[in-house]
């Protein structure tokens, strides 16, 4: 029993910074909580110095690596919670669909599907035999993080990974994968069923493993009209949240996706990411006031003057308003952002004053 009972203590132990998980409990607080998207990376020289060292895929299958990774930022920058260092494309991997990063183009498929009979040999893996080494930097990530802050798991959107796995590549308008959603409907339903299944797996494979809350993030939705969102995007995250809600916190974000806002607010999510093209008053007004909020400020506003930022994020933070809500980015920060502007991002929530 003593294993047992170690293992709960360990999930529950109290986290010294816990914002994050009060906002999205919907609890009041001094100030929001503050972190960024993709802040575990490129913008970092500690970052750029382990990737001269290891390729991409290495560093996302090192739990070593992957961990350092996840906790360079928290030293750095100082934001209130972690997030794994990883990448939403490990998933088609270990689905077997062949992914390989080249440089300068980003992820490339090399067999991408394009029929019924490609989505066949496509299969719902068992997680830890193909992405055990996720957990395992789970694990390590927890120790080094020794419950300063909580950290974040996340997944790409089925939608987001069909793309890539029909697509082959990253594109401006997916019109291959938007394609064979409409030419093929029962295939295309049939491998976002396959993707949502081991999404779902992998995790709660996550949870078990303490993660303190996961995102879902949906970057090619806005790429939909609202109807074709709700039929290969939105229900499939939403089985996804369904999953989850009862085992942890869900965030759901969707790329250029405010027109699905007022369904996100629907959910069970416990928050919703937003993108600087809505503004905070109108991601209020389509989510009914009461959703815990999290976003939005444009990642290219990083190369503002730092005394633009700060005055920016009170704005925002103001806009917004404090409680129900977690500042972040409207999308990954960018690999061209001065540390000293992401740390003064960060500064800028921490001093905020309540009005």
């Not at 409409?182 to 295939?187: D, H, I, K, M």
């Not at 996550?206 to 939105?234: C, R």
Request: aromatic share 10%; charged share 25%.
């Amino acid at each position: 029993g003593l294993e047992n009972v170690s293992g709960i203590s360990k999930q529950t132990k109290m986290i010294k910074n816990d914002l994050f998980l009060k906002a999205l409990r919907g609890e009041s607080v001094e100030r929001p909580p503050v972190w960024m998207m993709r802040q575990a990376g490129r913008y970092l020289p500690e970052f750029m110095a382990i990737k001269e060292k290891y390729d991409f895929f290495t560093r996302c299958k090192t739990p070593e690596l992957a961990s350092e990774i996840t906790v360079q930022p928290i030293r750095i920058v100082k934001p209130d919670a972690a997030i794994l260092f990883s990448d939403i494309l490990v998933i088609p991997q270990a689905m077997g669909i062949d992914v390989e990063l080249e440089d300068g183009i980003g992820p490339v498929l090399p067999n991408p599907i394009r029929k019924a009979s490609d989505v066949d040999k496509v299969f719902i893996p068992d997680i830890n035999d193909t992405l055990g080494y996720v957990m395992d930097a789970i694990d390590m990530t927890r120790e080094k993080l020794n419950n300063e802050v909580p950290l974040i798991g996340f997944a790409g959107s089925p939608w987001t990974i069909f793309c890539y796995a029909v697509e082959g590549k990253g594109s401006k308008s997916f019109d291959k994968a938007k394609g064979f959603c409409f030419t093929n409907p029962v295939a295309a339903h049939l491998l976002l069923q396959k993707i949502t299944d081991t999404t779902i797996l992998y995790l709660k494979e996550k949870v078990k493993h303490g993660v303190n809350a996961v995102q879902i993030f949906d970057s090619w939705g806005g790429m939909l009209s609202p109807t074709d969102y709700t039929e290969f995007s939105w229900q499939y995250m939403n089985q996804i949240v369904e999953a989850l809600a009862p085992e942890t916190k869900v965030i759901v974000f969707g790329k250029g996706c405010w027109f699905a806002l007022d369904d996100m607010a629907k959910s069970k999510a416990s928050a919703i990411g937003v993108d600087w093209t809505c503004s905070p008053r109108n991601a209020r007004y389509l989510t009914g006031g009461k959703k815990t909020l999290q976003g939005n400020f444009d990642p290219s506003r990083l190369l503002s003057p730092i005394p633009v930022i700060k005055k920016m994020v009170h704005e925002m933070i103001d806009e917004f308003g404090p409680d129900n809500y977690i500042v972040n980015l409207g999308h990954g920060i960018l690999p061209n952002i001065p540390v000293d502007h992401a740390k003064a991002f960060v500064e800028a929530v921490k001093e905020y004053q309540r009005k």
